[in-house]
Nanobody, 114 residues
Framework: VQLQASGGGLVQPGESPRLSCKAS????????MDWYRQAPGQQRELVGT???????TITDSVKGRFTISRDNVKRTVFLQMNSLKPEDTAVYYC?????????WGQGTLVTVSS
């Protein structure tokens, strides 16, 4: 299983980047996919989840600004982040629970700073 995240970098407050995570080695279409993030000195936290039926949940701290979606043909899950704030600075990870094991991507760093 491989999860390859991309789309991070240095962004200014208020910008709206989109993260992508391409999966391989799993039957992507039937799996619930998640995005987590870990800010400096903080624990990793769940940002959002999308089920195989495209039902999504977003954590309260980013609700209304972040959305999660998926493209099963491209085997990719997306995290659209709008109106970024400095407190959104973190390493963002995609995740899948596969055969009772947690699979993580390598993470992509998003730094929100002017």
């Amino acid at each position: 299983v491989q999860l390859q995240a991309s789309g991070g970098g240095l962004v200014q407050p208020g910008e709206s980047p989109r993260l992508s995570c391409k999966a391989s080695g799993i039957n992507f279409g039937i799996n619930t996919m998640d995005w987590y993030r870990q800010a400096p000195g903080q624990q990793r936290e769940l940002v959002g989840t999308i089920t195989s039926g495209r039902t999504t949940t977003i954590t309260d701290s980013v609700k209304g600004r972040f959305t999660i979606s998926r493209d099963n043909v491209k085997r990719t899950v997306f995290l659209q982040m709008n109106s970024l704030k400095p407190e959104d600075t973190a390493v963002y990870y995609c995740h899948v629970r596969y055969h009772n094991a947690d699979m993580w991507g390598q993470g992509t760093l998003v730094t929100v700073s002017s």
